[in-house]
């Protein structure tokens, strides 16, 4: 078993489309803001026409389908075979469990290379604290479903001061629910993170401590598992993925950014028009993205700086790593 550092892809676009922002749920850490994102749900023609705007950019393409919650959209199914028909690599669907519409009916495993699952505990207790009461049994048993099923399933856990003590359990779990991929995340303070007290990213003693070891556990079992790596030791270089690597996180109101921690201002690098892939002018993201700084990630300085330490000349302990960049095992 083997860890490795997932080197930006140059050479591919990764589309992660939002097709509309409405969800069942209202979880406590969502990322999502209306008066940012939008209201919309994407009509067809609409999400033919955008994804053909990043379909053949570079050699290789890859769409992730978000929302809001967009199994909600009652065309997902359709949206699927036509990014399939126009080429993407692969493509995934990120779903909070709700499994709506009867999407696993509407597309088969070999048209969807992932099924998603987001899932912020191992136990009720906490995952429902987060993302809802009731939610924990949902996902797992769709979860399940969809692995019966032959959908290549994943797990997304993003890791928060609530929910890090339940890391350890998640091995078995994953296990029991015949999930192939895991995928640790962690918490952005953006969205409804800032509104609700409590949500807090874990420190750097406790990530470093333990999110690798569960990894290990993980991977131990045959699942292959991806990280973010967060702190950069003396050793690492810093690269922003903005500058780098070819990532869209598209809006339903026409929003496209490069930058995730910049999705709760309106500094997006470009945006959709008339079915147009337009550049914004300066001032826009990509000109953070340029700035050198002890703390490496620009953005993190700015919006989530609760994670740097300083030693007493002021010079940060570690620098934060790209929030893009990940470590992952795969058996
Ligand atoms: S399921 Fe996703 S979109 Fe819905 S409230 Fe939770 S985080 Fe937000
Ligand atoms: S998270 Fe930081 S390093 Fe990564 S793309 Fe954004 S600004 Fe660049």
Known sequence: MKQNTVAFQPHATNLFFHILTACNLKCRHCYIRKDQHGSRTLS????????????????????????????????LGRAIKTAKAMGYASVTIDTNGYLFHDILEKVSPEELDFLSFSLDGATAPVCDAIRGEGVFEVCTKNARKAAEKGFSTSLIYTVSEKNIHELEKMPLLLKDLGISRFFIQVLGMRGNSLQNPGQKQVNRHTWTSLVPEVAREVASLGIGVTWPKVFLGPEDSFECAGLVADNFFVFPNGRVYRCPLCEDYPIHAFEIKENRLIERPPLHEGQFFELNIPEGCVMNRLVQPGNLDYDKDGHPLSRIACCLLKEEILP
């Open 44 to 75: 067809m023609k609409n999400i033919k026409s955008w994804l053909s705007l990043f379909a053949k950019k570079k050699k290789t393409a890859n769409v992730i389908f978000l929302g809001g919650e967009p199994t909600l959209h009652p065309e």
